[in-house]
């Protein structure tokens, strides 16, 4: 672990890559293929900044509730290694943001504000209590961030994975007018060529490197669920891309008063690693949880590691 923190909120971070630490790198309990995912779904109208907007969701297990909120091109298929451990002890509901997943683009214009007061709403309309722990990843850590300076009761803890926001803060013109053209130009690109991908060993690798550290280490199964599903169902790409770029929330997060736990791969490569030191230094109080050896998506590269950090801190007092 890094003792000392970047000065420059991880835009131009150059972290030494840490030792190949893979004991525990894709190693999956396999519990989501058992599940019966269909009879879990469910759908709820929400009305909120982004219209009256239907939001798919699941729903599983019995206890404290959490809340988890997916990044961009994601869905709630993000927590398929998450959800089944989680829902031992508590009542899990993972949605698919307006314009992602199951759930259609909504009628209002898309921003960083109106996906956080759309997570509020969202909370109120399935009846989670202010106990709710919320645990944002990548830009669903970025809206996590507004639904709580926004509302600042309305949830007891907060974990932010990989979150965006702050190394995107300063991206402004035509430099993010390019970012999301690309994003949008590469969606029928990873659509058509997903599924072959995975079974070819440089395609593959090529295809997710920019996400995780060892794409040839994780299984088939949940490369599917990130790479083929979300690129056709993600039509909101392209506007909540641009919305987040040059969006600069940094001076309302000493606002955050809950606890809160920072979870962050040491070889993010999308969303370098300095930017969890500077969420650290703006969040009073807040807990860096920082996983060697790992990329952007630490809940599926290092699923029981991270299942174990949440559980950990969720079940902390105070």
């Given at each position: 672990m890094t003792t000392e923190a970047p000065d420059n909120d991880g835009l131009l971070t150059e972290t030494?890559?840490?030792?190949?630490?893979?004991?525990?790198?894709?190693?999956?309990d396999g519990r989501w293929l058992k599940i019966d995912w269909s009879e879990r779904i469910r759908q709820v109208t929400v009305d909120s900044a982004l219209g009256q907007t239907p939001v798919s969701y699941v729903d599983q297990g019995e206890g404290p509730p959490i809340l988890l909120v997916h990044g961009l091109g994601g869905s709630w298929r993000n927590w398929?290694?998450?959800?089944?451990?989680?829902?031992?002890?508590?009542?899990v509901v993972a949605l698919d943001l307006p314009g992602f997943g199951l759930s259609p683009m909504p009628t209002e214009e898309i921003s960083m504000?109106?996906?956080?007061?759309?997570?509020?709403?969202?909370?109120?309309?399935?009846?989670?209590?202010p106990e709710t722990f919320l645990i944002g990843h990548s830009m669903g850590g970025f809206i996590s961030t507004e639904?709580?300076?926004?509302?600042?009761?309305?949830?007891?803890?907060?974990?932010?994975?990989?979150a965006a926001g702050i190394s995107f803060a300063t991206i402004s013109g035509p430099r993010k007018s390019l970012t999301a053209a690309i994003v949008k130009g590469m969606i029928p690109v990873a659509a058509s060529r997903a599924e072959r991908n995975l079974y070819r060993k440089r395609l593959r690798t090529a295809s997710f490197?920019?996400?995780?550290?060892?794409?040839?280490?994780?299984?088939?199964?949940?490369?599917?669920?990130?790479?083929?599903?979300a690129a056709l169902r993600?039509?909101?790409?392209?506007a909540?891309?641009?919305?987040?770029?040059?969006?600069?929330?940094?001076?309302?997060?000493a606002e955050i008063e809950i606890p809160t736990q920072i979870v962050w791969g040491q070889q993010d490569r999308l969303v370098p690693v300095g930017a969890a030191y500077s969420y650290a230094r703006r969040i009073e109080h807040a807990e860096l949880s920082l996983v060697d050896d790992c990329g952007h998506m630490v809940q599926l590269e290092r699923p029981a590691r991270f299942n174990g950090e949440i559980s950990r801190f969720a079940g902390q007092t105070g």
């Open positions: 030494p890559p840490p030792a190949p630490v893979h004991d525990d790198y894709g190693v999956s398929l290694e998450n959800i089944p451990f989680l829902a031992d002890s508590h009542r504000s109106a996906y956080g007061d759309l997570v509020l709403r969202f909370a109120d309309a399935v009846g989670l209590s639904a709580v300076t926004s509302a600042p009761e309305r949830f007891s803890r907060l974990s932010l994975v990989s490197a920019g996400v995780i550290a060892h794409p040839s280490m994780i299984g088939n199964e949940i490369l599917w669920e990130l790479g083929t599903y993600s039509p909101a790409l392209f909540a891309a641009f919305a987040l770029g040059g969006y600069d929330n940094r001076p309302s997060l």
